[in-house]
């Protein structure tokens, strides 16, 4: 099939379809709701009596495990969840370094995790007590003008912050333990999490399947395939990735199983790297070869699809960690900038990794010139979760891959330690609490 053929038979706008290869784009407008949705609260009740082991933030590289009073439903549309498995996530380093704004000590981490519901306010109805659930990293209203167009970690109702409507413009949806730039929520690592809007931010789980193949709905498995979803991987496409971390993994088992072919993965970890191999990628070690100069023999002409699964922080050249210890920028753009060169004229750079504010020298001017698209943004876990459930419960692909240590969360220190440091190969670390069977 070729382009313009697949353009015209997936298009939105069918009127235009036979111009080009862009005509099948639109975008959709969308109205705001015609009534007010209620913020929910952020801070929840709490049971002294029952104390609840989390972890807390303290500043750069200083992660304890403490206890606090448990969770309460705080309003109707609450459950309260008895945690089983929650993980660190690569995200979560980018905290751990203190390199987003809007932390506070004391602050509980952790935006992965499943567990058992353990009561449910006056006002959800999809799931009840005893119910075994994943929990969306991403709090969403599932009423807003955005969520109702499956765009949920864009919702307008989950997430106070000013400051971030100062910096950018809008309000993203909350996240789970993810600063107070995305709503101060506590977070999954604990034993005890409350999850407003319960209907819409948990996924029930019915099989048996253990916790480790459905854990990761939470996140990594659904942003991998929004990174697919929006570099539009399909078969016979070429896809280059950038980061071999757990999500740059997830994004190489997905673009195997939407039949890219050929995937290059990109890294300075061997561990990483066979990990990339093991789903089907061919791989670049940057510390020993050319990126561009290695790809380009890979891939002549370049990748169709280009995905950033690394992100801000990982400044390689020494000009940009001049300018990032001097904070004359808090985001390098050298991957961003290696994609955008390599990407094939007319090609889409798919963006994942985080992002947080400004960063210099990034090359406008070849993203303009060459045609490029960039499509980003945050996981919109509740768009993709039923689907990518199935393939999962159905033996079509297995997430944990990924997994190189399960520990206690009584150890979740030394579990940031090793997976920053990269101990013993931690790729992705599960958190057990007591109540995992």
């Avoid at 751990?96 to 058992?116: P, S, T």
């Avoid at 993709?384 to 297995?398: A, P, R, T």
């Amino acid at each position: 099939m070729s382009l313009l053929e697949l353009d015209l038979s997936k298009t939105i706008d069918k009127r235009w379809a036979h111009q080009n290869a862009l005509s099948s784009f639109a975008t959709v407008h969308i109205e705001p709701p015609s009534k007010p949705i209620q913020m929910p609260q952020i801070h929840p009740k709490t049971d002294p009596t029952v104390m609840n082991t989390v972890l807390e933030w303290h500043g750069a590289k200083s992660i304890k495990v403490n206890k606090r009073p448990r969770p309460l439903i705080t309003e109707p549309k609450d459950a309260i969840i008895h945690v089983t498995s929650t993980t660190v996530c690569g995200s979560d380093l980018h905290l751990y370094h203190n390199e987003f704004a809007g932390l506070e000590k004391n602050d509980i981490l952790g935006h992965e995790c499943m567990g058992i519901i353990e009561s449910v306010g006056s006002g959800v109805k999809n799931v009840k007590v005893g119910d075994r659930v994943v929990v969306s990293a991403i709090i969403s209203c599932g009423e807003c003008q955005y969520c109702t167009q499956g765009l949920f970690s864009l919702c307008d109702y989950t997430n106070p912050s000013k400051e971030m409507e100062k910096n950018y413009g809008h309000h993203i949806a909350g996240v789970f333990g993810y600063s107070h730039l995305l709503g101060g929520y506590d977070g999954c690592q604990a034993e005890y999490v409350r999850v407003p809007f319960a209907d819409v931010n948990t996924l029930k789980i019915t099989s048996d399947v253990k916790d480790e193949k459905v854990l990761f709905l939470s996140d990594i498995i659904c942003t991998g395939w929004q990174a697919t979803v929006l570099g539009g991987v399909q078969e016979g496409t070429t896809v280059a990735v950038w980061g071999c971390g757990p999500v740059g993994l997830m994004s190489v088992m997905w673009s195997r199983y939407r039949g890219a072919k050929k995937i290059v993965a990109i890294d300075c970890y061997e561990e990483r790297l066979e990990k990339a191999r093991s789903q089907g990628a061919e791989t670049i070690n940057f510390s020993k070869t050319d990126t561009l100069k290695t790809l380009q023999q890979l891939i002549p002409g370049g990748p169709d699809i280009c995905i950033d699964a690394a992100g801000f922080r990982f400044a390689k050249g020494v000009a940009h960690q001049l300018q990032r210890g001097l904070q004359l920028e808090t985001d390098t753009p050298e991957i961003l900038r290696e994609a955008i060169m390599a990407c094939r004229k007319g090609g889409t750079i798919s963006v994942v990794g985080d992002y947080y504010s400004t960063a210099n020298q990034f090359p406008i001017g070849a993203l303009m010139e060459k045609g490029l698209t960039i499509r980003c943004g945050q996981l919109h876990a509740q768009s993709y979760w039923h689907d990518l459930l199935k393939i999962v419960e159905d033996g079509k692909i297995d997430p944990t891959f990924v997994i190189t240590h399960t520990m206690p969360l009584e150890q979740g220190d030394d579990a940031y330690k090793m997976f920053d440091e990269k101990e013993d190969g931690a790729i992705k670390i599960v958190l057990k609490t007591k109540a995992a069977k």
